[in-house]
Nanobody
């Protein structure tokens, strides 16, 4: 089984919503930083949102602030990404990642990755 299991991707029209989930083991969940990257065809992978699983501090890329919300549920070791007011430019493969180091997480060098879930937003 993959260390991080994503679900919730799909196809929506612009302005719609999707919620992504990332489930993992307790040991990985408490690596401290869990969150989401995305990569569109021909583009660099970028960090979208993250949450500190102890302190609940959050990070958002400027492109998603006010539209996306990252949250967590300790009971089932799951992190969520609620995506509202989706735009065609949000179309990408979304990957969940976890690491103890914020620097490594933000640098795309997280220890644990999911297999990705596709989000497609049509205009």
């Amino acid at each position: 089984q993959a260390p991080l299991v994503e679900s919730g991707g799909g196809s929506v029209q612009a302005g719609g919503s999707l919620r992504l989930s990332c489930a993992t083991s307790e040991w990985i969940y408490y690596r401290k930083w869990m969150g989401w990257f995305r990569q569109a065809p021909g583009k660099e992978r970028e960090g979208v949102a993250a949450i500190h699983t102890y302190a609940a501090r959050t990070y958002y890329d400027d492109s998603v602030k006010g539209r996306f919300t990252v949250s967590k549920t300790d009971d089932n070791n799951t992190v969520y990404l609620q995506m509202n007011t989706l735009k065609p430019e949000d179309t990408a493969m979304y990957y969940c990642a976890a690491d103890t180091s914020w620097t490594d997480w933000m640098g795309g060098r997280a220890d644990y990755w999911g297999q990705g879930t596709q989000v497609t937003v049509s205009s």
